[in-house]
C-alpha cells in the first residue's frame, strides 16, 4: 500500500486504499434518487467527487474535522462515511445555488510544501470559532472537468461545491465564524476563481521560506540510494510525470489568464517539456509559480488588501509579534491573543520548527540533511531566470507585502 517516491503519489494510493475500505465496509447505503435531493442539505453531508457522471456525497456523522485525528481531509470522511448519495451536476447546482452563502469569514492558506501552513492552521484553529478543511479533494482534483462540463458549468460548480462545504460546516458547528482551507501543494490555481459573492470576506495568505530548504524537504520524499528504491523510482518515474501533468496544466492555464503572465509560464512550460529530470518536470512542485502568481496580485489591484504573505522563517524566529500582525490584517473581532494563548503558540512553534529542521531523518536514516544536487540547481536557476525571479533564490529574499 505504500509506494515509494513522490509524496503526492503516496497520499493518492493511500486515498485509493481507504476509497476501497469505505467501498467495501463503510458504506451502509447505495445511490439516492434525485426525488430527495435536499436532504443533503442536513447535517452531516460532504462532498467528495465531482465528475460528469455527478457529485458524489457522503454522509459522514463522525468528527471529520478533527484536524488532530485526522491530517487530511479525506481521511477522514472515507473512514467516517456512512452513507454515499449521487446527484448530477445540474440538480447539484440548481440545489445549491438557491442557497445563501453562509455568515462566515474564509483564509484560504497557499504554499508549497514545508513552509507553515499546517502551522498557521494549528494557530487559528486554537482559538473558538475556527474550522479547517485540509486538501479537499472535491475543490483541487477535477483538473479535467472543465473540458467535460465547459467553462461556465465547471466554473459554477467549483463555486457551488466551496459554498456546499460552508454550508456544511455551518450547520454542524453553528458557532463557527471563519473557515480555514488548506489546499493541495499546487491547488493556488484556485486563488483566481474566489467567488464575487464572498470576495470581500476571503483572505489569502501565501506562505513561502526560503528556496533551498523547500528543495531539500522535497529530495527527502525521493528514494535513497539504495537499488531497490532507485529501481522503484524509475518504474514510478512515468506514471508520476502523467499523473503531475493534469495539475501543472490547470495551474499554467490559470495563470496564462493574465497576459503578463503568459510569457514567462511559457517559457517554463518549454523547460518541463524538455527535460528529463523529475524535478523539472514536476514543475519544483509550483515553486516557482506560486511565487510568480503572488507577485502579480501584488503589482495589481486584485483582491485590495485582503493578500499579503508570511515568511516561515521570520514566524518561527518571532512567533506571537507575527501572529498579531496576521490577525490585524485579518480584522477578526472575535480573535483576540491573551497570555495563555501567546504560551500556547510559543509550545507549537517550538514543536514544529523542530519538525521541518530534522527534515524527517527517521525516514532516512540520515544524520544530515540531503544536500540539493547541482544539476537539481541548476535547472532551477533557469527556470527562475526565464520567469524574472532568481533572486528568489538567494537565502533571506523577501517577497512583497510579507509581515
Known amino acids: 500500500r505504500r509506494v515509494h517516491g513522490c509524496l503526492s503519489y503516496k497520499i493518492d494510493m493511500r486515498r485509493k486504499v ?29 462532498v467528495t467527487d465531482i465528475n460528469e457522471k455527478g457529485v458524489t456525497i457522503l454522509e459522514c456523522p463522525g468528527n471529520i474535522y478533527d484536524f488532530t485525528k485526522y491530517t487530511f481531509f479525506y481521511d477522514a470522511i472515507f473512514e467516517e462515511a456512512k452513507l454515499r448519495k449521487l446527484v448530477s451536476v445540474q440538480s447539484f447546482n440548481e440545489l445549491i445555488s438557491s442557497q445563501p452563502w453562509p455568515d462566515v469569514d474564509l483564509i484560504y492558506l497557499w504554499s508549497v510544501g514545508r ?48 459554498k456546499y462545504h460552508l454550508i456544511q460546516i455551518k450547520a454542524r458547528f453553528k458557532d463557527t465564524k471563519c473557515v480555514i482551507i488548506k489546499p493541495r501543494s499546487m491547488g493556488f490555481w484556485l486563488s ?52 503531475m501533468r493534469p495539475i501543472l496544466t490547470c495551474l499554467t492555464h490559470a495563470l496564462k489568464i493574465s497576459p503578463e503572465l503568459k510569457e514567462p509560464c511559457e517559457k517554463m512550460e ?59 490584517k485579518v480584522k477578526y473581532p472575535y480573535c483576540q491573543l491573551d497570555d495563555k494563548s501567546k504560551e500556547d503558540m510559543e509550545n507549537l512553534m517550538k514543536i514544529d520548527s523542530q519538525k521541518n529542521s530534522s527534515l524527517s531523518k527517521e525516514k532516512t536514516n540520515e544524520k544530515k540533511p540531503k544536500e540539493v544536487p547541482e544539476t537539481i540547481w541548476k535547472a532551477l536557476e533557469e527556470f527562475m531566470e526565464v520567469s524574472g525571479q532568481k533572486e528568489d533564490l538567494k537565502p533571506g529574499f523577501i517577497l512583497p507585502d510579507t509581515l
Open 270 to 328: 518549454n523547460l518541463m517539456e524538455k527535460s528529463d529530470q523529475f524535478f523539472v518536470q514536476f514543475g519544483f512542485a509550483g515553486l516557482p509559480f506560486l511565487h510568480l502568481l503572488y507577485k502579480h496580485y501584488t503589482s495589481t489591484d486584485h483582491f485590495k488588501g485582503k493578500l499579503f504573505a508570511v515568511k516561515y522563517e521570520r514566524l518561527i524566529e518571532n512567533p506571537v509579534g507575527i501572529f498579531e500582525k496576521i490577525l490585524g
Open 18 to 46: 481507504l476509497m476501497q475500505n469505505a467501498t467495501e465496509n463503510n458504506f451502509l447505503g447505495s445511490f439516492s434518487s434525485e426525488t430527495d435531493i435536499e436532504k443533503i442539505l442536513e447535517p452531516l453531508h460532504v
Open 115 to 162: 513552509c507553515g501552513s499546517t502551522l498557521v492552521t494549528q494557530l487559528f484553529t486554537a482559538f473558538p470559532g475556527f474550522v479547517s478543511i485540509c486538501e479537499p479533494d472535491d475543490l483541487f482534483l477535477p483538473f479535467n472537468l472543465r473540458q467535460e462540463l465547459g467553462d461556465e458549468v465547471y466554473e459554477k460548480t467549483m463555486e457551488n461545491a466551496l
Open 192 to 243: 483566481r476563481f474566489i467567488p464575487k459573492a464572498i470576495a470581500d470576506r476571503t483572505t489569502q495568505i501565501f506562505l513561502y521560506r526560503d528556496v533551498k530548504p523547500v528543495m531539500k524537504s522535497f529530495l527527502k520524499l525521493l528514494p535513497q540510494n539504495n537499488f531497490v528504491n532507485n529501481l522503484t523510482m524509475k518504474i514510478m518515474k512515468p506514471l508520476l510525470v502523467k499523473k
